[in-house]
């Protein structure tokens, strides 16, 4: 299993990024992707995560995030809207089997992680 997180960049307050997570070696439909952030001083936190029939979203980005994906090209994606200060860290896609997936989100016990992308929301 591999993955591969990019998109990040630097954003001014309000503006939008697109993360992407490329993944190879697993059944997307049998696995949980997660986004999970860590900044400078900071512990990690579960952002979001998408399972075949539910999702998961922090309270810290709902209504401004989205996460989807692209079962045919294999792909999980964050959309990040209205970015703030606060959502500067480096971002990593993560992934496991499926099976008690929300806890997985929530405690970050993912098998599987990426290289994470950096995201910084600066004037």
């Known amino acids: 299993v591999q993955l591969q997180a990019s998109g990040g960049g630097l954003v001014q307050p309000g503006g939008s990024l697109r993360l992407s997570c490329a993944t190879s070696g697993l059944n997307l439909e049998n696995y949980v992707i997660g986004w999970f952030r860590q900044a400078p001083g900071k512990e990690r936190e579960g952002v979001s995560c998408?399972?075949?029939?539910?999702?998961y979203y922090a309270d810290s980005v709902k209504g401004r995030f989205i996460i989807s994906r692209d079962n045919v090209n294999d792909a999980v994606y964050l959309q990040m809207n209205d970015l703030k200060p606060e959502d500067s860290a480096i971002y990593y896609c993560a992934t496991d089997r499926s099976e008690n997936w929300y806890s997985k989100c929530l405690y970050g016990g993912m098998n599987y992680w990426g290289k994470g992308t950096q995201v910084t929301v600066s004037s």
């Open positions: 998408i399972v075949t029939s539910a999702t």
